[in-house]
C-alpha cells in the first residue's frame, strides 16, 4: 500500500496523476477549486477518487470505481481517497 500524503493541501487525498480515470464518472459539475471538488467527493460516501480540470473550465468529475490512468498533462488532475493511511486504490 501507498501511504496517504495529504496532496496539494487536500486532506484525505493523495495526487495520482495529471489526468482522469478512464472509468465512467459518477458526477460532473463546476467548482471553484480542486478543495470544493474534494468536498463533493467527501459528502458521497461510494466516491474513491476526483479530478478537476484546471485549465479554466474548473470541471470536477467524481468515481466511484477506478480502473486505467489517463494521463493529461497540463489540463488535469486526479486524486484518490485515503482511507486511514492508505489508498483506496
Do not use: P, Q
Not at 12 to 23: A, L, N, Q, R
Not at 50 to 72: A, M, P
Amino acid at each position: 500500500t501507498i501511504d496517504c500524503r495529504n496532496s496539494d493541501g487536500l486532506t484525505g487525498y493523495t495526487f495520482s496523476h495529471e489526468g482522469f480515470f478512464k472509468t465512467r464518472y459518477v458526477s460532473s459539475s463546476i467548482k471553484n477549486n480542486a478543495f470544493d471538488c474534494a468536498d463533493d467527493c467527501d459528502n458521497d460516501a461510494k466516491c474513491v477518487a476526483f479530478n478537476y480540470e484546471y485549465d479554466g473550465s474548473n470541471h470536477c468529475y467524481t468515481y466511484h470505481t477506478l480502473s486505467e490512468r489517463i494521463y493529461d498533462k497540463g489540463t488535469n488532475k486526479a486524486y484518490a481517497k485515503c482511507f486511514g493511511m492508505h489508498l483506496a486504490i
